[in-house]
């Protein structure tokens, strides 16, 4: 796409209007700005490789100040370490940008808070929160050892919490934050051996509704991605494919979503390998009996049609609207 300063030749960008719990893009209006966090902050969990890494370079490019945090384990989530961070921080400082690295687990209180903090004592704000660390423990529901579906949880669902609960606090206060939670189309949809992966990704799902709930009187933006992309957690899977499997190519929308234009917020993105789609929990219109009238386990059988047609399905915004 040409730039142009003639404004009548610009690029358009659209405004998002919901109506009946269904947003839509609608209102075209004429092109802003390029898209620059300069005085922002952003916290990005597990940004010593991978997803986090290319969102670590991407808005310290742009004039953020970046908090790159990670433990520096195993994709099991084994070992720690500094080196992850300290290279991506290093990475950031040379090519002009700034960067503070941290190596606390997401996966306590304590360390959640101290990645916050770190974020305020090195560049005294937050407004950007990408909760992106990330381990994988694969096995089938017999075989699954509870630590494994337990050490999961903790990294990815309460990790989440722990690192924003704190920053969400500052954020109130300052009537300000973008928060962005790493789900997977394994916890949206499923996917064999990864019960324990599955629960805490769709697990926060929910923790970013609320988020955009209770965030939205204080311009508080809170959105999910399930990405795909080739990394380290995927490589096994994915083999040698490269191209627009590539992490960079799920840069765009979280960059997009942690941005002051982002219009977005309690909604889900499927990115990866180029595509940029709408995920979304609708509601049927369902079978309604009259009110006296409790129904037979054989009239719910007999109206089953009715309760999963998907025909004018909505989308709720909240759980008063089902
Ligand atoms: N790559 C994909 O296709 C894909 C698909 C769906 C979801 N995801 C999710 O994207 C996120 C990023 O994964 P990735 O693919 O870049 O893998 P990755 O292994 O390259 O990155 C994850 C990072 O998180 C760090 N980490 C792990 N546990 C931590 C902890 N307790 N505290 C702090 N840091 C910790 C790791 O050291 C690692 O650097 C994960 O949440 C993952 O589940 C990835």
Redesign the pocket.
């Known amino acids: 796409m040409t730039l142009s300063s003639d404004a009548s030749t610009l690029p358009k960008k659209f405004d998002i209007v919901s109506k009946n719990g269904i947003t839509t893009a609608v209102i075209w209006s004429v092109h802003l700005a390029d898209i620059r966090y300069d005085e922002r902050v952003a916290v990005i969990?597990?940004a010593?490789?991978?997803?986090?890494r290319a969102y670590a370079l991407h808005l310290a490019e742009r004039g953020a100040k970046v908090v790159v945090?990670?433990?520096?384990?195993s994709?099991e989530?084994q070992g720690n370490g500094t080196h992850?961070a300290n290279r991506v921080v290093a990475e950031i400082k040379s090519a002009g940008g700034d960067a503070v690295a941290n190596y606390d687990?997401?996966?306590t209180a304590k360390g959640g808070e101290h990645i916050v903090q770190t974020a305020l004592d090195s560049f005294g704000r937050v407004d950007i929160v990408i909760n992106?660390?990330?381990?994988l423990r694969d096995a089938s529901i017999p075989k699954m050892p509870q630590e494994n579906f337990d050490e999961l949880i903790d990294?990815?669902l309460k990790?989440a919490f722990y690192v924003t609960q704190p920053a969400f606090r500052y954020m109130k206060k300052n009537a300000y934050g973008r928060v962005v939670y790493?789900s997977?189309a394994a916890g949206l949809f499923g996917n064999f051996g990864q019960a324990n992966y599955a629960a805490a990704k769709m697990g926060l799902v929910g923790l970013s509704s609320v988020t955009a709930i209770e965030g939205a009187k204080y311009n508080i933006k809170s959105n999910v991605i399930?990405?795909?992309?080739r990394?380290?957690?995927?490589e096994k899977l994915m083999g040698s494919t490269g191209g627009m499997f590539a992490p960079h190519y799920i840069v765009p929308m979280v960059a997009y979503l942690v941005s002051e234009s982002c219009q977005c917020s309690h909604d889900i993105f499927n990115v990866g390998a180029g595509r940029y789609a709408r995920i979304f929990l609708g509601s049927t219109p369902g079978w309604t009996v009259s009110e006296d009238a409790v129904p037979s386990a054989e009239a719910v059988r007999d109206n089953l049609g009715k309760v999963l047609s998907v025909a004018d399905f909505k989308i709720p915004e909240a759980a008063s609207e089902v």
């Open positions: 969990t597990g010593g490789g991978g997803l986090g945090n990670d433990i520096g384990g994709a989530g992850a687990s997401v996966a992106n660390a990330g381990i990294v990815h990790g790493t997977s399930a990405p795909i992309a990394t380290r957690l995927t």
